[in-house]
């Protein structure tokens, strides 16, 4: 699979810890690794949204 550079290091920091958008981040900026299933995107009861990486990005990071 190729990633861009962006997504790629997305997914990089998301495999040490999960991260929280703020308020003003642009989610179509990771929407293609949402919809790949290579993230999670869990929406918080602050109307944030909480970024994990998958199981499926794992694999794609290490391949």
Do not use: C, N
């Amino acid at each position: 699979m190729d990633l861009t550079e962006i997504e790629r290091a997305f997914m990089k920091q998301l495999a040490s810890e999960p991260w929280i958008s703020t308020p003003l981040f642009d989610h179509e900026l990771v929407a293609r690794l949402v919809e790949l299933g290579l993230i999670d995107a869990i929406p918080q009861t602050s109307g944030e949204i909480e970024y994990q990486i998958t199981a499926e990005g794992r694999a794609a990071l290490s391949g």
